[in-house]
């Protein structure tokens, strides 16, 4: 139980007690250290800044976890102010974008948004943040920029266009595409980010509506690293749990492995509720019989009671899932591996989006065995 | 020679686990093996063991049956010494067997046409849930039985699911099956992209286990598939017959399903590359080595 000083400024914060514990929101190995502040405000603190910090006497980090003890108070944001936080971009404001976004202005970062249909900004500039009138101008406002774009074409688009990103950068600047896209899309525009002399993430996520509004995403990222290590702060605002994953592509690749396998169980769990509804079951019934075993995962338990109502709120657009298997098949032929059940799970996502159900959440995909 | 005891016909992985759980209950337990042999351990836990199916049903108040596959299950059922020959008024037969509605629908009729009760009881759940008493219980039939069998699933299983009648227990299991035989395909060809695209397999099962399509099978598996081990909790030949059964299902009311139809083909290629008696997650090495 150590007891020290930590100078911030002209108001030194007392240490009251020192706790190494593994934090249970940082991915993989990262320790953190539970400070006790005066007043008796706890936080996380990634315990190797907090090191750094106070050996060198200067202001600390106080770690915006959301996952820390107490309430935010004055203390802390005097705290922030005095640390000082990278400017942030949001290009996208979809589904996705508008909850990440709106995470970050909650955590207090200064951040600008755009979005093709400008309307989509008026929520959260009315929240606190700025208008961003494209996305050069954006990236040229903000340290850090980031992209949740819904497709290849348009992350390109964004990316590289007329008024594009790329055209706002520049050295000490950084562009995280959160995107899902292929891994031939995300080298291009890493080449032309980096080509500015700024630095490159690839970032898609890992979880749809509900965890990018609870700020419980999983970032799957590649890239630079310095830029990783940066932007990891905003990234634990919006997320749970992030991986960096090595070059360009590796990102982009392990985000369509997932989303392959959930698109084949989606599929599969459709057959299994109307095939047995067909044949005289109780389609609640075979929901919760999954639910007591072995194969039980969060996805059946949270779709299955909609699905059987033929409910499909979109909390992921089956569009994008269905982009997301033809990505997955087109990886999957560039190195030569078999995918039969993806593949066979993609039929029927292309004919339920034939059907009109492209904006339907991706459960809807068992309109298309009905 | 009606006594408080219960019956067990059927040893494999399944089953001698089981038999044991039963044991516990502190009542008679006679059992049955077609190879006599497997019976020695669980007589020496205190079970007794029969020649026959028939002689069981006759020293049992409910017999337990856990056959291998519905060819199994008729014979034990119909054969000479199957259970169908000693049924009678007071005794009950339990098939917690793997089989088609069929099956299980033309043993339900022997039995209770001969005034004994039935009930088709599969089970979700492997070997480990079975040693643990953790089974998941499909039941349909008699529901009386069903109520007098309650402290035998209670043993065997976390829980029981009456389903309504004979026919809607089978139908439950090959649709649950369908669905796990499905996902493991699925998550097989996930492990084998992931590998070919130049990523950590671990780091994949890291993600998964964190997300929305999180699951104990894929927690289970994934680091054995890894590794190359496929000891058999769920023999992939019995998988191989789920998904026959329930394409079966499928035929009958024109139902499309071309997930289960994929999964099935890469079953039916995995037993000929010789893996039938492995763990059925060595569909995996069909998958990985295909290209």
């Not at chain 1, 494209?134 to 348009?154: E, H, N, R, V």
């Not at chain 1, 075993?293 to 969060?298: E, L, T």
């Not at chain 2, 399509?213 to 992939?236: D, E, Q, R, T, Y």
Request: charged content about 20%; glycine content about 10%.
């Amino acid at each position: 139980m150590a007891t020290s000083m930590v100078a911030r400024g002209s108001a030194p914060l007392l240490l009251r007690s020192m706790a190494l514990l593994p934090s249970p929101t940082i991915g993989a190995q990262r320790c953190a250290t539970l400070v006790t502040l005066r007043g008796g405000r706890q936080h996380f603190v990634l315990t190797g800044q907090l090191q750094s910090r106070m050996g060198a006497g200067n202001s600390p980090v106080v770690h915006q976890c959301r996952r820390c003890f107490g309430v935010r108070a004055s203390a802390s944001a005097e705290a922030e102010s005095s640390e000082k936080k990278p400017t942030v971009g949001f290009l996208g404001l979809g589904i996705m974008g508008v909850a990440m976004a709106r995470n970050l202005v909650k955590a207090g970062y200064d951040v600008t948004v755009w979005n093709r249909s400008p309307s989509k900004c008026d929520a959260l500039v009315k929240e606190g943040a700025k208008f961003g009138a494209s996305p050069k101008g954006t990236s040229a406002a903000c340290d850090i920029t980031f992209g949740m774009l819904a497709d290849p074409a348009a992350a390109i688009a964004v990316a590289l266009g007329e008024d594009g990103v790329v055209k706002g950068l520049g050295p000490n600047k950084g562009y995280v595409d959160v995107s899902t896209v292929d891994a031939e899309t995300s080298k291009a525009i890493a080449e032309a980010v980096r080509a500015t002399g700024a630095q490159f993430l690839e970032a898609p996520v890992s979880g749809s509506k509900k965890p990018a509004e609870d700020g419980t995403l999983i970032f799957l990222t590649a890239g630079d690293r310095a830029l990783y290590d940066e932007a990891s702060p905003i990234l634990d605002v919006m997320g749970k749990s992030r991986f960096y994953l090595g070059d360009v592509g590796k990102g982009a690749a392990m985000k369509l492995v997932v989303n392959m396998v959930m698109g084949s169980m989606m599929a599969s769990f459709s057959e299994g509720l109307v095939l047995g509804e067909k044949v005289g079951l109780d389609p609640e019934t075979i929901v919760q019989v999954i639910g007591q075993g072995a194969i039980n995962a969060p996805m059946f338990a949270m779709k299955g009671p909609s699905m059987v109502k033929s409910a499909y709120p979109p909390a992921f657009p089956l569009k994008h899932q269905q982009k997301d298997l033809r990505l997955a098949i087109a990886l999957a032929e560039e190195v030569s591996q078999e995918i039969p059940v993806a593949a066979a799970a993609n039929g029927l996502f292309v004919r339920a989006k034939k059907d009109g159900r492209g904006d339907d959440d991706f459960s809807a995909v068992i309109e298309a065995l009905k | 020679m009606a006594t408080e005891g219960l019956g067990f016909l059927g040893l494999g992985i399944m089953g001698v686990a089981m038999a044991k759980n039963l044991l516990k209950l502190g009542v008679p337990v006679c059992v049955w093996n077609r190879s006599p042999e497997k019976c020695d351990a669980l007589v020496a836990m205190g079970a007794t063991a029969a020649k026959s199916p028939a002689e069981v049903i006759l020293k049992s108040k409910i017999t337990f049956g856990m056959l291998a596959d519905p060819a199994v299950a008729l014979t034990v059922a119909f054969g000479p010494g199957g259970v169908v020959e000693s049924i009678m008024p007071g005794k009950a037969y339990v098939d917690m067997s793997t089989v088609d509605a069929e099956t299980s629908m033309t043993i339900s009729k022997a039995i209770t046409e001969k005034g004994g009760r039935f009930l088709e009881a599969p089970v979700s759940g492997s070997k480990k849930p079975a040693e643990d008493g953790q089974l998941v219980i499909l039941a349909a039939g008699d529901e009386s039985l069903f109520n007098d069998a309650g402290a035998a699933f209670d043993v065997m299983g976390k829980k029981s699911f009456f389903l309504g009648e004979v026919g809607n227990g089978a139908r439950m299991k090959l649709v649950v099956n369908m669905i796990m035989g499905s996902m493991m395909t699925a998550f097989a060809e996930g492990l084998s992209l992931a590998e070919k695209a130049g990523l950590s397999q671990n780091d994949l099962l890291d993600v998964l286990d964190l997300g929305a399509i999180a699951n104990g099978m894929f927690k289970l598996k994934g680091p054995s598939c890894i590794k190359g081990s496929f000891a058999p909790a769920f023999p992939l030949k019995h998988q191989q017959k789920d998904m026959r059964l329930a394409l079966a299902l499928g035929d009958e009311v024109a139902q499309t399903m071309p997930v289960a139809a994929a999964a099935n083909e890469v079953y039916k290629k995995a037993r000929t590359l010789g893996f039938g008696d492995n763990d059925f997650s060595a569909v995996y090495k069909a998958i990985a080595d295909s290209s």
